[in-house]
């Protein structure tokens, strides 16, 4: 497994922008896709965004494209999710998550797909 440790979130208002980012340690990092998947209050854990070990590959929920990017540094075992123009229905737990194999093979990808996952760190947007 890998370790993995979110950062970033925190209280913004509506429409302004956040970068969230995972610190990885552990497996080789270049070697499996990464993930971000979401969970509001009372809702279940959601998908977000992931990015191919390559990141060549890149996969969005169709509730964020346009507005979230993810993007990986490898060098630095990191993967980041920029969010910009930030709604209130975007408040939840934001989570980082490593997968199991070197592809996913199916998209969205489902959270059973990835098998390390971090702590979350909380997005709160206000209106």
């Known amino acids: 497994q890998v370790q993995l440790v979110e950062s970033g979130g925190g209280l913004v208002q509506a429409g302004d922008s956040l970068r969230l980012s995972c610190a990885a340690s552990?497996?080789?990092?270049?070697?499996?896709?990464m993930g971000w998947f979401r969970q509001a209050p009372g809702k279940e854990r959601e998908f977000v965004a992931t990015?191919?070990?390559?990141?060549?590959?890149?996969y969005y929920a169709d509730s964020v494209k346009g507005r979230f990017t993810i993007s990986r540094d490898n060098a630095k075992k990191a993967v980041y999710l920029q969010i910009n123009s930030l709604k209130p229905e975007d408040t939840a737990v934001y989570y980082c998550?490593?997968?199991?194999?070197?592809?996913?093979?199916?998209?969205?990808?489902?959270?059973?797909?990835?098998?390390?996952w971090g702590q979350g760190t909380q997005v709160t947007v206000s209106s």
């Open positions: 990015i191919r070990w390559s990141g060549d590959a890149i």
């Open positions: 552990g497996r080789t990092f270049s070697s499996y896709p």
């Open positions: 998550a490593a997968s199991s194999g070197r592809y996913l093979y199916r998209f969205p990808p489902k959270i059973t797909d990835f098998d390390s």
